[in-house]
Nanobody, 127 residues
Framework: VQLQASGGGLVQAGGSLRLSCAASGGTFSSYAVGWFRQAPGKEREFVAGIRERERGGTTLYPDSVKGRFTISRDNAKNTVYLQMNSLKPEDTAVYYC???????????????????WGQGTQVTVSS
């Protein structure tokens, strides 16, 4: 499956953005999808994940974004969204989406479990 991330931009602290991850070339509903981010000088980190439809589409978030970010999927549109609210300057990073299969919920946060990655989209939050 091929992935295309979009929706990044510049926003003030406290604002919102919605990222999209559009997929092609596979049965998208059968893939778990994760969002990761990488800030300058830092390692790439997990920010949200959603399991396949047949595994209930359950979601996982790290504490750093829980309550502010929401991941969802529209399988009819082959798209996963990341709604980001109450953005903070520390959310500034390049955001990537990735797809993989057959992961238990706790392993959705593990980057090496993902086979397909989209290009990044820049999110900049000004203070």
């Amino acid at each position: 499956v091929q992935l295309q991330a979009s929706g990044g931009g510049l926003v003030q602290a406290g604002g919102s953005l919605r990222l999209s991850c559009a997929a092609s070339g596979g049965t998208f509903s059968s893939y778990a999808v994760g969002w990761f981010r990488q800030a300058p000088g830092k390692e790439r980190e997990f920010v949200a994940g959603i399991r396949e439809r047949e595994r209930g589409g359950t979601t996982l978030y790290p504490d750093s974004v829980k309550g502010r970010f929401t991941i969802s999927r529209d399988n009819a549109k082959n798209t996963v969204y990341l709604q980001m609210n109450s953005l903070k300057p520390e959310d500034t990073a390049v955001y990537y989406c990735a797809a993989g299969r057959n992961m238990i919920l706790s392993s959705i946060s593990v980057q090496s479990n993902y086979r397909s990655w989209g290009q990044g989209t820049q999110v900049t939050v000004s203070s």
